[in-house]
Structures are given as C-alpha cells and as structure tokens.
C-alpha cells in the first residue's frame, strides 16, 4: 500500500535492513556462484559523489561523456585497440543485443540469421527474440569450445555474423577464436566476441603465464568485444561493456535523440537515461588499479582456481566437468539435485545447471570460504 505519510529514514532504513536479512551477501563469502562482487570501495565512492550524473542526456553531461569516451578508449587498448567505439551500457545483456543490432542493421538482410555456440549466455535469446535474428546453434567439441567447422557448415547467405565466446558462463572456457576470425575473415562475416566474463581476466591471466586463446581486436574477424566491469572490474551493477572495432557498428544502431535538455544527440544503447556514475567508476577503477592492480587481483582468483580444483578431485565422486581454463570450476557429483539441495540448505549461494555446480572465484571468495564449502561438500556427498 502508498502509505499516506512518511516515516523517519532511520525506520524506513530498519525495516529495510528487516527485510533484506535474507539476502545472501557477497562479502559473507557464501555466494560461490555468481560473476558479480563485491564492489571494490573506491568504485562505490565514485558512484556515490556522481550519483546524478546521465549518459542519456550528454549534453547536460558534457564531461562525464568524455570520461565515458575515455574508459572505452582505455578497454580498447586492453583489448588491442587504439581507439574502439562503444558505450558503458547496463550489463552483457545489453551489450550482446547492441552487438547483434549491429550486425543486422549492417547486413540488409530479409532473414537475418546469428551463428552462436551452443554454450552462449541467453542474453543471445532475448536478442533474437526482440531483433527478429534466428539463432543457429554450433555443436561444441568434447572440451566444450564450439566446433569451428560446425559454425562454417551452418553459415548461408542469411548469416548477418557469428559470435565466438571468451569465458562462457557456465564453464569459463574461451573459444578458439583465432580459427573464428580468420573463418569471419574468409565469409566477409563479422565477429562479435563475447567476453563478458573474460575481457577483466584474460588479458591478466595470460600476462601471468597462463595459456589462454587470443581472443581480441588484435585478431581482426573481431569487430566487437563485450567486456563487463560489472564483474572482474569490481564496479557496482550496472556496469557493461560494448566495444566495436570501427564508428559504422555504432552509427547502424543510433537513433536521434531529439528533445533532450542537453540537445539534440544520436543514441545507440538500449536504455535511454542511463547511469553516468557506473561510467565514471569504470574509468576511476581503471585507473585507480591500473594493469598491475588487476591483474594482481586475477593471479589470487586464478591460483584459487587450480587450488579448489585439486581439492575438489580428492573428494570420492566428485569430478571436474573439465580443467579450469579461467577462475571458474565446475564440478559434477552424483545425486547432484540433493547435494546443491543440502548445500543450499547450507547457507551456499550455488547452484546446478547442465549437470554441474559452478563455483566463480570472484574476489570476495577467499580460501578459508572454499574451505568450509569443501567441508560441507564431502559430507553432502558422503549422504
Ligand atoms: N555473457 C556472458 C558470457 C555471461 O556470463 C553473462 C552473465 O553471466 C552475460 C553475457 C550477461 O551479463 P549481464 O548479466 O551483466 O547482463
């Protein structure tokens, strides 16, 4: 019900705080399952001194837009690129439908159609759904990368472009996107990747030794990139990332924008007013922990990985679905449905799909909360 008068914000807050007690909290370390965290401080201060700020209406927010253009440009060159086109948008859901509005609007096609893995976010459904594009799913291989000469066999004169993936969601692997690109490259297609997950990793990982696919606009069938700093980039929710290698993406999709306080501007993101804050953070993040910070961050989630990885191999019907490729491990057990049953039971905030239980080492999952979940794990199983 509207209540007719106002309270007191110090009852309002408690009946919140009431309300909420439920929540699972990322810094109670017993979210194992998400690609989200905790905030990093300095993001939330940032958010908090800007919290006014509008990316809808550039013109009020001349400034905050350069710095917007700023942060595009810095997650260019982390992703090989010197200067990338793009938008801070509210997640990898709106920047994989910005990328397939792209590609459409670019191809003048009657029938447009989207070659994805089978492995794909299902932001791509909602994309397809609302763009009127028919998705034609790849097989995927036995260590779960898509099959590249299943993508060429499905490619026709329909095909407005393919998506290849760079840590999927449910396993962190990254496709073999060098072969995706000189494929693109060979049909005239365009690439989009989707490195939603992986843009905040993969460049720290394979700097720290670790074997990892390229998977960026240094390989050029790439002409998109989804980057998310609302995950391994510690900026709060909502912070996405869509970056395209040339203007043309982003002109195919802008629409004019005629009547706002700021001027007449062109929009290309799916939502209208749109936090300037989360933009400005990704820009203070980026420079507050430079490539050194980051990829500090990473080498901790990465060892975490391989640890949690072993151990989980030493627990009598567990197995790994397959060798962490990024700082994802996912396992199987038998019983699975009653195992995630008890260890949701157990305060756990996991859960099983596909046939696996998904652990993300973000960086509020530190080793004494692996420790515990194996714990109660082995007893779970063991029942
Ligand atoms: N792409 C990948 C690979 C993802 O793992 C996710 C989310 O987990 C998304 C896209 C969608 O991101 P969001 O939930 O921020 O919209």
Same mark, same amino acid.
């Given at each position: 019900m509207f209540p007719e008068r106002g309270a007191d914000e110090e009852d309002v807050l408690e009946e919140l705080r009431k309300k909420t007690s439920e929540d699972l909290t990322f810094d109670s370390g017993r979210i194992l399952g998400s690609m989200c965290t905790y905030p990093h401080p300095f993001a939330v201060k940032v958010v908090t001194e800007f919290i006014d700020r509008n990316?809808?209406?550039?013109? %009020?927010?001349?400034?905050? /837009?350069?710095?917007?253009?700023?942060?595009?440009?810095?997650?260019? #060159?982390? !992703?090989?690129?010197e200067k990338g086109y793009g938008h801070i948008v509210s997640g990898g859901t709106e920047a994989n439908i910005l990328a397939v509005r792209a590609f459409r609007n670019l191809a003048d096609v009657e029938k447009p159609e989207l070659i994805l893995p089978k492995s794909a976010h299902f932001s791509f459904i909602k994309a397809g759904e609302m763009l009127g594009v028919k998705l034609v799913?790849?097989?995927? #291989?036995?260590?779960?990368? @898509?099959? @590249?000469?299943? =993508?060429?066999?499905?490619?026709?004169?329909?095909?407005?472009?393919?998506?290849?993936?760079? *840590?999927?969601?449910?396993?962190?692997?990254?496709?073999?996107? &060098? +072969?995706?690109?000189?494929? +693109? !490259?060979?049909?005239?297609?365009? %690439?989009? @990747?989707?490195?939603?997950?992986?843009?905040?990793?993969?460049?720290?990982?394979?700097e720290l030794g670790y074997e990892v696919p390229d998977f960026d606009f240094r %390989?050029?069938?790439?002409?998109?990139?989804?980057?998310? &700093?609302?995950?391994?980039?510690m900026v709060p929710i909502p912070a996405g990332g869509i970056i395209f290698r040339e203007k043309r993406f982003l002109e195919a999709i802008s629409v004019p924008a005629p009547y706002l306080a700021g001027g007449k501007v062109w929009q290309a993101t799916i939502t209208g007013t749109r &936090? *300037?804050?989360? +933009?400005?953070?990704?820009?203070?993040? =980026?420079?507050? !922990?430079?490539?050194?910070?980051?990829?500090?961050?990473?080498?901790? +989630?990465?060892?975490?990985?391989?640890?949690?990885?072993?151990?989980?191999?030493?627990?009598? *019907?567990?197995? %790994?679905? /397959?060798? &962490?490729? !990024? #700082? =994802?491990?996912?396992?199987?057990?038998? #019983?699975l449905e009653e195992v995630?049953?008890?260890l949701k039971r157990r305060g756990w905030g996991i859960s099983a799909h596909r046939g696996y239980i998904r652990i993300v080492m973000m960086p509020h999952v530190k080793r004494e909360h692996l420790e515990a979940f194996l714990g109660d794990l082995r007893e779970a199983v063991r029942n």
């Open positions: 990316l809808g209406d550039p013109g %009020l927010h001349v400034g905050s /837009r350069k710095v917007e253009e700023e942060a595009i440009e810095m997650l260019s #060159n982390l !992703l090989g690129l799913w790849a097989e995927l #291989n036995n260590d779960y990368t @898509v099959n @590249v000469r299943d =993508i060429e066999e499905k490619i026709t004169e329909n095909t407005v472009g393919i998506v290849g993936i760079a *840590g999927t969601t449910g396993l962190g692997v990254v496709d073999d996107i &060098p +072969a995706l690109s000189d494929l +693109a !490259l060979d049909y005239g297609l365009p %690439l989009h @990747v989707d490195a939603a997950f992986g843009g905040f990793v993969i460049p720290f990982a394979k %390989l050029k069938g790439v002409k998109s990139v989804t980057i998310d &700093p609302h995950k391994m980039g &936090p *300037g804050a989360n +933009a400005l953070a990704v820009w203070a993040m =980026i420079k507050h !922990l430079g490539f050194e910070g980051y990829k500090g961050v990473v080498k901790k +989630a990465m060892e975490l990985s391989r640890w949690f990885a072993r151990e989980l191999k030493k627990i009598p *019907g567990v197995y %790994l679905i /397959r060798e &962490p490729v !990024l #700082n =994802i491990v996912s396992f199987g057990t038998p #019983n995630e049953e008890e």
